[in-house]
């Protein structure tokens, strides 16, 4: 409210302005609302096993800091604990390019002339490799 209120005045000073103990004291009787519906939000999204894996799969990206990884790579690395197949890291790696983590790279035909196709490898965004989220 504090801040619609001083932004709606087009004055560039109320960003150092003090705020009100009225407006303090409103704004923490939200407080206890929000941190319920912020455990009840996490709840909800940590039952999504895609979501559950991504986190997982974000925090080895940033650990092994990979610039590209595989399908292969990522279900070696999180077998057991997270995938049983190669198969099941999908979801989360959907996830991950959705959010803007990782994309797809151009795949070349690395296919042997025998077996199976090459697993897909996916371009690792340098921004998330970085402590503070900027670019390298």
């Not at 991504?54 to 595989?70: C, D, F, G, Y």
């Not at 690395?110 to 998330?128: L, M, T």
């Amino acid at each position: 409210m504090h801040a619609l209120e001083a932004a709606s005045k087009a004055d560039p000073s109320w960003i150092r302005r003090v705020i009100p103990g009225e407006t303090m004291e409103a704004a923490l009787a939200w407080v206890p609302y929000l941190i319920g519906n912020e455990r009840a939000v996490a709840s909800v999204v940590d039952a999504d096993p895609a979501v559950r894996q991504a986190k997982k799969l974000a925090e080895w990206i940033r650990a092994t800091e990979s610039r590209v990884i595989t399908k292969r790579d990522v279900f070696l690395a999180l077998r057991g604990s997270e995938f049983k197949r190669a198969a099941d890291a999908e979801p989360a790696l959907r996830l991950l390019e959705e959010c803007g983590w990782i994309r797809l790279a151009a795949q070349e035909d690395r296919r042997p002339r025998r077996g199976r196709p090459a697993s897909p490898s996916f371009e690792v965004n340098p921004a998330v490799l970085t402590a503070d989220g900027t670019q390298t």
